[in-house]
């Protein structure tokens, strides 16, 4: 059945049985991923995902249900058990959106991915694997080599008048290096995202990925102490995505955030603005409605340093007495409507990363973190995690370090920053919104280096 047909027909039967309000969600997921090893594929996937979910409100309650299948069995499937579900829940209810908003008319999806053959996809990771081994000879081994590409469509339509429609799509390449010199190995990631295959670099690429794990060959032991300190754009988005939930009005109205009662304060350095755009043209994220039918559009969540406001979507928007910012987020069609950001990043500011550290007479550089999740307390703030980077000496790298701790607190780190470089960057990983950071410049840190 065409989904217009379902969705009149869900709507037309929905009413008969005097379900009030009634919102029908429709998201597709096609994804193509993989492997490669030593020139040979290794794993290999290709999938659609799709599905529907229904939210009604019956009897003064609202009730939920999801089905794979769009047929009218399923109609009657979604609408009986929003009804049992309804008496069940004891959850104030959501409302739904009014069909009365303006839209910005974007489309974020790459018709030119489409035209990438599954062939010169594989094809274009062994090139790079190729050249991976033939870059270097301490080169032992492209421990990871994959791809994966995705497109997400999605539609939300509710009895108030509400009929939107949406679609994403992006494709990401991934390398880890091991490399060898004497009997010290070390290894390290390279990520490439785009939405232009033409664009990708099989050589530059290569080259990248080799000598980011080259760079730490040759690490040295530091004295232990407070450090100022460079995170490398990639380690300092990292670090963000770990507490990005901190900003999220359900967080706060659960007393799970350190952010709660903090709006108009200055809760980081003023050179600190943090901003989520959902209609930034490449961002993962983007779309131009939230999980709930409201607009999305630019904002900033801290502005010079100053908490401006929180993630909300309409619930926690309702009880704070705010408007929404767009932020309701499914992570499926089979999810509950939660908080997440779209593309949340940190505004670059004016100098490179050279220039960060080359204003340093001693300090320490850190490239990447590991055990965030572990290692981390989102409530508190505070965090101890391995990290690897450099030791600069006179503005200058002296070389890379042993394996680092480096133990802090999130929120202070944000009032220790002192400069913000201009390389943004954003890592597909992680699920809590795509997110991105400059380098950026720490007053100080306490770094143990093993």
């Known amino acids: 059945m065409e989904l217009s047909t379902f969705r009149d027909q869900l709507f037309t039967e929905g009413e008969k049985l005097g379900i009030t309000e009634l919102e029908l969600y429709y998201e597709k997921q096609d994804s193509f991923a993989c492997q490669i090893f030593k020139g040979e594929v290794d794993e290999y996937e290709s999938s659609t995902v799709n599905g529907v979910s229904v939210r009604g409100l019956y009897n003064g309650k609202m009730g939920y249900a999801y089905t794979e299948k769009l047929d009218e069995e399923s109609v009657h499937f979604l609408l009986d058990s929003v009804k049992e579900n309804a008496e069940l829940i004891e959850d104030e209810p959501e409302e739904l959106f009014e069909g009365n908003a303006s839209y910005e008319e974007k489309d974020f999806y790459s018709s030119s991915l489409d035209e990438v053959t599954t062939e010169q996809k594989i094809a274009f990771l062994q090139e790079v694997e190729k050249k991976i081994y033939a870059y270097d000879p301490r080169v032992v081994q492209s421990d990871y080599a994959g791809l994966q590409d995705q497109s997400v469509e999605k539609a939300l339509y509710n009895n108030k008048g509400i009929a939107l429609s949406d679609r994403n799509n992006f494709f990401f390449v991934a390398f880890s290096v091991v490399v060898k010199e004497n009997e010290e190995i070390k290894s390290d990631f390279h990520i490439e995202i785009t939405k232009d295959f033409s664009t990708l670099d099989a050589d530059e690429i290569a080259k990248q990925a080799v000598?980011?794990?080259?760079?730490?060959?040759?690490?040295?032991?530091?004295?232990?102490?407070?450090?100022?300190?460079?995170?490398?754009?990639?380690?300092?988005?990292?670090?963000?995505?770990?507490?990005?939930?901190?900003?999220?009005?359900?967080?706060?109205?659960?007393?799970?955030?350190?952010?709660?009662?903090?709006?108009?304060?200055?809760?980081?350095?003023?050179?600190?603005?943090?901003?989520?755009?959902?209609?930034?043209?490449?961002?993962?994220?983007?779309?131009?409605?939230?999980?709930?039918?409201?607009?999305?559009?630019?904002?900033?969540?801290?502005?010079?340093?100053?908490?401006?406001?929180?993630?909300?979507?309409?619930?926690?928007?309702?009880?704070?007495g705010v408007a929404s910012t767009g932020h309701g987020y499914k992570s499926s069609y089979k999810g509950t409507v939660g908080i997440s950001p779209s593309n949340f990043f940190v505004v670059p500011g004016e100098e490179s990363y050279e220039q960060l550290?080359?204003?340093?007479?001693?300090?320490?550089?850190?490239?990447?973190?590991?055990?965030?999740?572990?290692?981390?307390?989102?409530i508190s703030g505070d965090f101890s995690v391995a990290a690897n980077g450099y030791y600069v000496k006179d503005g200058k790298i002296a070389g890379p370090t042993n394996l680092m701790t480096i133990a802090g607190n999130f929120f202070e780190v944000l009032q220790d920053v002192e400069k913000v470089g201009t390389d943004l960057e954003f890592s597909p990983m992680g699920g809590y919104g795509y997110i991105g950071s400059p380098s950026l410049k720490i007053k100080s840190i306490a770094v143990t280096v093993d």
């Not at 550290?357 to 001693?362: A, C, G, H």
């Open 211 to 320: 000598e980011k794990s080259l760079s730490y060959l040759g690490g040295k032991t530091y004295p232990n102490k407070n450090y100022p300190v460079v995170f490398k754009n990639s380690a300092a988005a990292a670090l963000l995505a770990t507490f990005a939930s901190s900003f999220s009005a359900e967080a706060v109205q659960k007393n799970q955030s350190l952010l709660k009662g903090k709006l108009n304060e200055q809760i980081a350095s003023e050179t600190v603005t943090l901003t989520d755009d959902p209609l930034l043209t490449d961002g993962v994220r983007s779309g131009t409605f939230d999980s709930e039918g409201v607009p999305t559009k630019k904002i900033s969540i801290v502005e010079n340093g100053k908490l401006k406001t929180y993630f909300h979507n309409l619930k926690t928007a309702k009880k704070d």
């Open 357 to 378: 550290y080359e204003s340093l007479d001693e300090g320490v550089i850190i490239t990447n973190l590991a055990g965030l999740h572990s290692g981390a307390n989102q």
